[in-house]
């Protein structure tokens, strides 16, 4: 299994443009979720998905949107790109039972200029 | 709302030294821990998580965490650190998101292990 896999691994974006963030998990996992880690405020939690056409907020969504139209997949959005979204995203996927623990992808490093 | 505290920033120590990094979390039910180590340009990895049972918890590498419910604290040690532990950890506690599981992560800020030769 090659687990949970990000692209791109760095991009660097003007503000304005958009872009979408790929994740895919190959483990039949039934929940994903998005992160964005920023220096010293360790992850937050952006979106998650609880299964194929299912998505919710999480703490930070404002600027992103998400789908999930497949068990596998789960990109992110970005619309119209700002400085404030440069970050390092991760997806995260889990089987689903609050005993279980989130595996990671690499993450995605992003600048906005 | 649940919340993890971690209150060092950055610890430096000696290799073979002992190490001891501390986490408080807020959290009104019974809660699931979880310590995770980040290498430098990595995802995270999984160390060790607690759900009940022996407060004891053994993971990988090494490592164990202690959890004192008395306390509100999950404490990651490790009796002799290697130059290889050099990383960022984060401790996270998990809430259910719907009946029939799921969870829901809620990280500390982290601390950053700088080992010393």
């Known amino acids: 299994n090659a687990g949970v896999t990000q692209t791109p691994k760095f991009r660097i974006l003007k503000i304005g443009q958009s872009m979408t963030l790929q994740c895919t998990q190959d483990m039949n996992h039934n929940y994903m979720y998005w992160y964005r880690q920023d220096p010293g405020m360790g992850l937050k939690l952006i979106y998650y998905s609880v299964g194929a056409g299912i998505t919710d907020k999480g703490e930070v969504p404002n600027g992103y949107n998400v789908s999930r139209s497949t068990t596998e997949d789960f990109p992110l959005r970005l619309e119209l790109a700002a400085p404030s979204q440069t970050s390092v995203y991760f997806c995260a996927s889990i089987h689903g039972t609050v005993y279980n623990e989130q595996f990671f992808g690499p993450g995605t490093r992003l600048t906005v200029l | 709302a649940q919340s993890v505290t971690q209150p060092d920033i950055h610890i430096t120590v000696s290799e073979g030294a002992s190490l001891e990094l501390r986490c408080n979390y807020s959290y009104g039910a019974t809660p699931y821990l979880f310590w995770y180590v980040q290498s430098p340009g990595q995802g995270l990895q999984l160390l060790l998580k607690y759900f009940s049972g022996d407060t004891l918890v053994q993971g990988i590498k090494g490592f164990e965490a202690e959890f004192k419910r008395s306390q509100s604290s999950f404490n990651l040690r490790k009796p002799s650190v290697h130059w290889s532990d050099a990383a960022e950890y984060f401790c996270?506690?998990?809430?259910?998101?719907?009946?029939?599981?799921?969870?829901?992560?809620?990280f500390g800020t982290g601390t950053q292990l700088k080992v010393e030769l």
């Open positions: 996270a506690v998990a809430t259910s998101i719907l009946t029939g599981g799921g969870n829901k992560l809620t």
